[in-house]
């Protein structure tokens, strides 16, 4: 199954900043599946700060988040932000599959380079020096890898974008209009 394919122990604590609430669940049940009741209380956790909307965020996102708790000795981390209903559907925010995230004690860099090790295909991930997070997305079916650094701080502003290469030539590309 899918749990023996990319090894996590599924547990994850994890606390909401803006919302000040915390979770500790394991995303899997015994057999190796997902638990759809923790997956639930990570939801809520993950819901919109701003509207107050819950949906069902891709549970591989949870996964990962998982393998980085792992990783970091199972130190608490803290969600900056999850689900953003009350954004552009061009964001993988609105689309319930980024998450910002911390870990108080860890450096952003070094969590990067723990995300980055992770991406088998597909992923998003975006370094915030100024806000002192990482940002983890899976792309939209097809979409080639992405990294970039934000040094703007919360709003917009000085944003540094590089594509990970993807083996081809040349990429597809959406129309951007």
């Given at each position: 199954?899918?749990?023996?394919?990319?090894?996590?122990?599924?547990?994850?604590?994890?606390?909401?900043?803006?919302?000040?609430?915390?979770?500790?669940?394991?995303?899997?049940?015994?057999?190796?599946?997902?638990?759809?009741?923790?997956?639930?209380?990570?939801?809520?956790?993950?819901?919109?700060?701003?509207?107050?909307?819950?949906?069902?965020?891709?549970?591989?996102?949870?996964?990962?988040?998982?393998r980085i708790y792992d990783h970091f000795d199972h130190k608490q981390i803290s969600l900056v932000s999850g689900f953003r209903f009350a954004e552009r559907?061009?964001?993988?925010?609105?689309?319930?599959?980024?998450?910002?995230?911390?870990?108080?004690?860890?450096?952003?860099?070094?969590?990067?380079?723990?995300?980055?090790?992770?991406?088998?295909?597909?992923?998003?991930?975006?370094?915030?020096?100024?806000?002192q997070f990482i940002h983890v997305d899976f792309r939209a079916p097809g979409e080639p890898s992405y990294?970039?650094?934000?040094?703007?701080?919360?709003?917009?502003?000085?944003?540094?974008?590089?594509?990970?290469?993807?083996?081809?030539?040349?990429?597809?590309?959406?129309?951007?209009?």
């Amino acid at each position: 199954n899918a749990r023996d394919a990319m090894p996590s122990g599924g547990v994850i604590s994890i606390r909401a900043e803006n919302l000040n609430e915390e979770v500790t669940v394991n995303i899997y049940k015994p057999d190796g599946s997902f638990d759809e009741a923790a997956l639930a209380k990570l939801d809520d956790l993950f819901r919109c700060v701003r509207t107050g909307e819950v949906r069902a965020v891709r549970p591989e996102l949870y996964e990962q988040l998982s393998r980085i708790y792992d990783h970091f000795d199972h130190k608490q981390i803290s969600l900056v932000s999850g689900f953003r209903f009350a954004e552009r559907n061009s964001s993988r925010h609105y689309h319930a599959s980024a998450m910002d995230i911390r870990i108080p004690g860890v450096s952003i860099n070094t969590m990067y380079a723990y995300a980055e090790s992770l991406d088998q295909g597909g992923m998003g991930i975006g370094l915030y020096p100024t806000s002192q997070f990482i940002h983890v997305d899976f792309r939209a079916p097809g979409e080639p890898s992405y990294r970039w650094t934000d040094y703007s701080g919360h709003g917009g502003g000085k944003h540094t974008k590089k594509k990970k290469s993807t083996g081809r030539t040349h990429p597809a590309r959406k129309p951007t209009s």
